[in-house]
Each structure stands twice: as C-alpha cells, then as structure tokens.
C-alpha cells in the first residue's frame, strides 16, 4: 500500500492541493522533497521532515467499478421511470419522450 500526503495539509495558506505519492515512506519524502522546489524550498529543514511525517497517510486504493446500467432490470420487476421515458415517442417538445 502506498503513502501520501497532502501539500494543502502542511500549509493550507499555500492553497496548494497537490497530492505527493510514494510507495514508502523514504520513496514519499524524496517525492516531498522534490514538489517542495516548487515552492521556492530548497533546503529541507529536519522540522520540515517531522511535519511531513506527522502527515503521512496510507494510500486507500478503491477498485475500479463498472457503473450500473440503469436501463436493465431483474426479471419480473417492472421497468423504471428512466426505461419509461426511453420507451415513450417523443411529441416534438425537444425533450426525449417527454410531453408537456
């Protein structure tokens, strides 16, 4: 599991919100290290380090899901109202299959 930490949690005045990865805890300091040149610091002090540690959360990776179709049913269910809509002729108001 990967490690992160987020740049606007250090220093929420920077309005930065840029989010530095690592796969450890050394590989997500050196990553640190190098977004913080970003910010005009170049050398990083051992408090810095310690803020950076403090900070440092566990990367949750969710797996990727298809997103339901709304237009299948289990069958015996009665079609839903989206189902409806595409099944009804559109009257020439613009709106797929909605009358006014």
């Known amino acids: 599991m990967g490690k992160i930490i987020d740049c ?16 450890t805890e050394e590989e997500l300091l050196k990553n640190a290290q190098e977004h913080a040149k970003e910010h005009g ?3 990083v002090t051992p408090e810095l380090v310690e803020m950076i540690k403090a900070n440092i959360e566990d990367e949750v990776r969710r ?5 339901a179709l709304h237009t299948q049913r289990r069958p ?18 613009g709106r797929a299959g909605i009358s006014a």
């Open 8 to 23: 606007n949690k250090l220093n929420p005045a920077s309005g930065c919100h840029h989010v530095v990865r690592g796969e």
């Open 41 to 43: 610091i170049v050398a």
């Open 63 to 67: 797996p990727r899901t298809r997103p």
């Open 76 to 93: 015996g269910s009665k079609p839903g109202l989206l189902a409806f809509l595409i099944a009804r002729p559109s009257t020439g108001s």
